[in-house]
């Protein structure tokens, strides 16, 4: 007989232990006159799919850099940065798109939707822009506004939605592409504490479904919901609390 497949347990594990991008010995420098000043120092960081990675720090610390690596908005100054297989550093600015395009969602703290548009429109964008259909379009966005519990708000506009409301758009957007990756910087910090509550549990169950899914944030109350957490400091990358090591200087 042959070797049977595999079953439901082992690919779960397989598919949470995979890497989807790692920064190695990667960090980014500025020169600014005659000052050389460092944003991010040398560090080394995995993200996992599978997994909910909290990225925590004060503001100024370096920890949206890194979050910047991971999403290819930033070349790093050295090391490396890792797509899957594909190392990113020498890519054209063109192909760094195509590859955030089809391979990152990205959550921002104000939510950066179009105000003229409702909200089913601002999810429809990322499949307009890559050549889906309007019907296409309108059919995933539709059940990705659903999936995050806004089914019954998609033709309001974003200015006509409370702030919990929009996040929750926010991810559905980024959502609706199918990324592996969820890159969310400070996605809660404009949020009351029932509406934050609400938006890291929908991020908590996208790692569950085998995303990636990391979170830049300064709000310890946000530890209970991730399964890994690095902490950044001085432009430094540690698993040591932030405050822990501010104790220590």
């Known amino acids: 007989m042959g070797n049977s497949p595999p079953n439901t347990t082992e690919v779960n594990v ?11 010995n990667a960090g980014k420098e500025y020169v600014v006159g005659d000052t050389k000043i460092t944003a991010l120092k040398a560090s080394t960081v995995e993200l996992k799919a599978g997994e909910l990675l ?4 004060p503001s100024g610390s ?7 690596l991971f999403g290819c908005v930033l070349y790093p100054s050295f090391g490396e940065v890792w797509i899957d297989a594909v190392q ?13 395009l089809l391979k990152i969602g990205f959550i921002f703290q104000r939510f950066n939707l179009i105000a003229p548009l409702t909200a089913l429109e601002n999810v429809m964008m990322p499949l307009l822009l890559q050549d889906s259909s309007e019907r296409e379009a309108k059919l995933k966005a539709t059940a990705a506004l659903e999936k995050v519990g806004m089914g019954d708000r998609m033709k309001n506009l974003s200015n006509d939605l409370s702030g919990g409301q929009q996040q929750r758009v926010a991810i559905a957007r980024a959502l609706v592409t199918n990324p592996e990756m969820m890159l969310c910087d400070e996605p809660t910090a404009s949020l009351d504490l029932a509406s ?3 938006v890291m549990r929908e991020l908590k169950d996208l790692a569950k ?3 990636a899914v990391a ?6 109350r946000l530890r209970p919901f991730a399964d890994r957490i690095v902490y950044v400091l001085d432009g430094s990358v540690s698993d040591t609390p932030v405050e822990e090591e501010l104790a220590i200087k």
């Open 14 to 24: 397989l598919a949470k232990d995979r890497i989807v991008a790692k920064v190695v």
């Open 54 to 57: 909290l990225i925590i720090g």
């Open 62 to 68: 370096g920890k949206t850099t890194l979050l910047s």
């Open 88 to 100: 990113v550093n020498e890519l054209s600015e063109s192909k760094l798109a195509a590859l955030r």
């Open 196 to 198: 934050a509550g609400i």
């Open 209 to 211: 479904q085998g995303k």
């Open 215 to 220: 979170v830049v944030t300064h709000d310890a």
